[in-house]
């Protein structure tokens, strides 16, 4: 994990189950997006029955771990996660199975939402998150960029105008 990162749930807010209300990240350091992940194998088929949503959900959270895994980070690297379940009644077997892989100690901000279908039709869970990694290592804060030749010139002609004026 980049640090300094630092999971808290400020007392003036409930604590939550299994996630941080909030995460702060100071410091250089590496923000990873990773974009929704189904319960699909490697040839896009969804995994389990028709209608296993504990098989889907599962299966999503290892694509997850495959993602983050593909650029050297695990899940005590994630600071974010958003659910998206197909209808709420799955509540129960979604907690379990993420706590399965989230780090329990510090688990990462989430929001969970219930919706009537995803885009992928038979996709009962989708999951998407950010991981944050240290900054690689002899890597530099980008430069403020340089203004155009036509934006300094433009300039200049403002500057000249002002003098004028004096």
């Not at 509540?91 to 780090?103: E, G, I, K, Q, T």
């Amino acid at each position: 994990m980049a640090g300094p990162v630092r999971f808290s749930n400020p007392v003036t807010l409930e604590k939550p189950p299994g996630y941080s209300q909030v995460v702060e990240i100071a410091g250089p350091a590496r923000i990873i997006y990773i974009a929704g992940q189904l319960g699909v194998d490697q040839n896009g088929k969804f995994v389990g029955g028709p209608g296993d949503f504990e098989a889907q959900c599962r299966q999503a959270f290892e694509n997850l771990n495959a993602a983050l895994a593909s650029i050297g980070a695990g899940f005590a690297d994630v600071v974010k996660i958003t659910n998206f379940l197909v209808g709420m009644d799955n509540m129960a077997a979604f907690r379990s199975v993420r706590d399965s892989y989230l780090n329990t100690a510090a688990p990462p901000a989430s929001t969970t939402i219930g919706v009537p279908a995803l885009a992928r039709p038979g996709g009962l869970f989708e999951v998407e998150a950010v991981a944050v990694l240290p900054a690689k290592a002899g890597s530099k804060p980008r430069a403020k960029p340089r203004a155009r030749p036509a934006a300094r010139k433009a300039g200049r002609k403002v500057k000249a105008a002002k003098r004028r004026r004096r």
